[in-house]
């Protein structure tokens, strides 16, 4: 089940620069889309959504961009910091019914100083 | 800030024994989950809970699960006969309603080792 990808499994930021997470979808049917991070021997985390209807959402230094036409939506961090070092989940549901998370595989984003 | 308790933190047991992994959600909360993560693979949905009833399951939520409200706080996991195969972190998520956008909630997960 491959419905969600996020197809890089790390990536390496300095810090002060922006780092961009990107996730890919093949279910048309999703409306509501979702970032987590996790920290190791923690839950899950949320860090931002986006609805369908939109094609930007921002909270402080964090911005979900979302293309529906290309089933793709990136998470972007400006600037990036230490502390954002973590593993990304983008995570994709239905607004209908029980909004059941579909998780990519993650990211891992390392911040270096 | 509310927040979605697990416990234990980890448990291990022998395979074929039955275990109960328990999470308190945010008080407030209508929606109810479980979710887990074979190590190495991705976050997977294992149930849905609303209204004291399941609203929907995956294929992996086979007859060896069950899940329970017993309580108006806790939200319980059960499995009956352990298998290797269910060894991994299981994570409860609880959200406020069902009608809107909003974000699933999760706990910090409990390991389960089946040896």
């Known amino acids: 089940d491959q419905q969600v990808k996020q197809n890089s499994p790390s990536l390496s930021v300095q810090e002060g620069r922006i780092s961009i997470l990107n996730c890919d979808y093949t279910n048309s049917m999703f409306d509501y889309f979702l970032w987590y991070k996790k920290y190791p021997a923690e839950g899950p985390t949320f860090l931002i959504s986006?609805?369908?209807?939109?094609d930007k959402n921002e909270d402080g230094r964090f911005t979900v961009f979302l293309n529906k036409s290309a089933k793709h939506l990136s998470l972007h961090i400006v600037p990036s910091q230490p502390g954002d070092s973590a593993v990304y989940f983008c995570a994709a549901s239905l607004i209908q019914g029980a909004q059941k998370l579909v998780f990519g595989q993650g990211t891992r984003l390392t911040i270096n100083p | 800030e509310p927040e979605v308790t697990q416990t234990p933190s980890h448990q291990v047991t022998q395979m074929g024994q039955e275990v109960i992994l328990r999470c308190v959600p945010i008080?407030?909360?209508?929606?109810f989950y479980w979710y887990r993560q074979i190590l190495g693979q991705k976050v997977e949905f294992l149930v849905s809970f609303y209204n004291n009833e399941i609203s929907e399951k995956s294929e992996i939520f086979d007859d060896q699960f069950s899940v329970e409200r017993p309580d108006g706080s806790n939200f319980t996991l059960k499995i009956r006969s352990t298998k290797l195969e269910d060894s991994a972190m299981y994570f409860c998520a609880s959200r406020e309603d069902w009608s809107s956008y909003n974000e699933q909630f999760f706990g910090p997960g409990t390991r389960l080792t089946v040896l």
């Open positions: 008080s407030n909360h209508l929606y």
């Open positions: 986006i609805s369908s209807i939109k």
